[in-house]
């Protein structure tokens, strides 16, 4: 009887031996390479899949408190909320802060960022969420999962820096051009450019056939990788990671640039995959473990559940090296559970002795 692989080492041989990176396409400043080689999980829906059904409701938690939302999934299979899923309504517009499998028949408290910040009241009788039909760009998802990552190893749950994201924010309407929104909501800034979105998420209309993940990189930039477990929820949420990774490449990127990309991509996943990152294990806020990588030069967060990769983001690190200038680091493994103080231990890709006494 084979073992089952540790959340750790199933990240770790996705990354270093299963992953194929396809043909890049480019427009606008804006490449993407197809990837593939995972293996699908048990079935579960997207949360605009939930959602149209009718079998997911949002909703602030109690009064309203800024870092957390309550998700009730009153359906029969797993709903997952991805990582910078824009949740718009109730009293101000949220993003999530790490994918969630939020659990059938269960609710969920979820942690989110708001990404409104002149705006604490409802409109219109809105009292719920929807998910909306962005995504926040990279570079703000690349600043909350390193955030979210410290949070986590010490034991302060998934939360990220609320006055960082507000500046962040801010500062993508600048470069955006945007013009002033009455309440500073991200969602108006993807408003004044839509036409500009719209324009470069057409000319990537579908995903390679049989690919489950996507490579974005602009300007000789890599800006994500994200990865699912099958091509269907890929595909479910295609155009919403297109927008995305625009937002970016309007502001980092020019058309000569694409000759930088391919280049940049494959040293981008060499250094991910690196042995010497930190790797540790959490347990996840709905259902599964997460898994969280990092090092000087990249950051990732993979929710894993049965034997499966649901969904790994990973970015460049804020403020980061280029790949290949890491210096050695200190190795542990852990895997914490709610509640726990956190502890030193050893970090090994290879190796997950799980919670220690």
């Given at each position: ?23 890049a396409?480019?427009t606008g ?8 080689g995972t293996?699908?999980g048990p079935?579960y829906?997207?949360a ?6 009718g ?6 938690l109690?009064g309203?408190?800024v870092?957390q939302?309550v ?7 797993p709903v997952?909320l ?23 028949r269960?609710d ?14 409802y409109?219109g009788g809105q009292a719920?969420?929807?998910p909306?039909?962005d995504?926040?760009y ?7 999962a ?8 010490a034991?302060?749950?998934r939360?990220a820096?609320q006055g960082a ?5 801010e500062?993508?309407r ?9 309440t500073?909501a991200?969602r ?19 995903p390679?056939?049989?690919h489950?993940?996507?490579?974005a ?7 994500a990788?994200?990865l699912f477990?099958r091509?269907e929820?890929?595909?479910s949420?295609w155009d919403?990671?297109v ?7 309007l502001t980092?990127?020019e ?12 040293a ?11 790797a540790?294990?959490?347990e ?5 473990i997460?898994?969280l990588?990092?090092s ?13 990769v649901?969904h790994?983001?990973s ?8 790949p ?12 914490d ?6 502890q ?5 890709w290879?190796h997950?002795?799980?919670?220690r006494?």
């Amino acid at each position: 009887m084979i073992a089952e692989r540790s959340p750790i080492a199933l990240v770790h041989d996705l990354l270093v031996g299963d992953l194929v990176v396809g043909t890049a396409r480019g427009t606008g400043g804006l490449t993407l390479l197809p990837v593939s080689g995972t293996a699908p999980g048990p079935h579960y829906l997207t949360a605009a899949e939930a959602f149209a059904k009718g079998a997911l409701t949002i909703s602030e938690l109690g009064g309203g408190q800024v870092p957390q939302l309550v998700v009730h999934n009153a359906g029969d299979l797993p709903v997952l909320l991805l990582d910078g899923e824009h949740l718009e309504g109730a009293m101000q517009n949220r993003v999530l802060n790490v994918s969630v499998l939020a659990g059938a028949r269960h609710d969920t408290v979820i942690p989110v960022s708001c990404v409104e910040r002149g705006r604490w009241g409802y409109v219109g009788g809105q009292a719920g969420f929807a998910p909306g039909q962005d995504i926040a760009y990279a570079e703000l998802r690349a600043m909350k999962a390193r955030q979210v990552s410290v949070a986590a190893r010490a034991g302060a749950g998934r939360r990220a820096d609320q006055g960082a994201v507000w500046a962040d924010v801010e500062r993508k309407r600048a470069q955006l051009g945007a013009k002033t929104s009455p309440t500073d909501a991200m969602r108006d800034a993807y408003d004044d450019r839509r036409a500009d979105l719209e324009r470069l998420r057409a000319a990537f209309p579908v995903p390679a056939p049989g690919h489950s993940g996507v490579l974005a990189v602009a300007g000789g930039r890599v800006l994500a990788l994200d990865l699912f477990d099958r091509p269907e929820t890929l595909a479910s949420v295609w155009d919403r990671l297109v927008r995305g990774y625009a937002v970016d490449a309007l502001t980092l990127a020019e058309p000569r640039d694409r000759e930088a990309d391919v280049p940049a991509a494959r040293a981008f996943l060499t250094d991910a995959a690196a042995t010497g990152n930190d790797a540790t294990c959490h347990e996840g806020v709905g259902l599964g473990i997460d898994v969280l990588i990092t090092s000087p030069a990249t950051v990732t967060s993979a929710l894993t559940w049965q034997g499966a990769v649901v969904h790994l983001a990973s970015f460049p690190a804020v403020d980061a090296p280029p790949p290949g200038s890491r210096r050695p680091r200190p190795r542990a493994d852990r895997i914490d559970r709610p509640g726990r103080r956190a502890q030193a231990h050893r970090r090994d890709w290879f190796h997950d002795g799980g919670e220690r006494a």
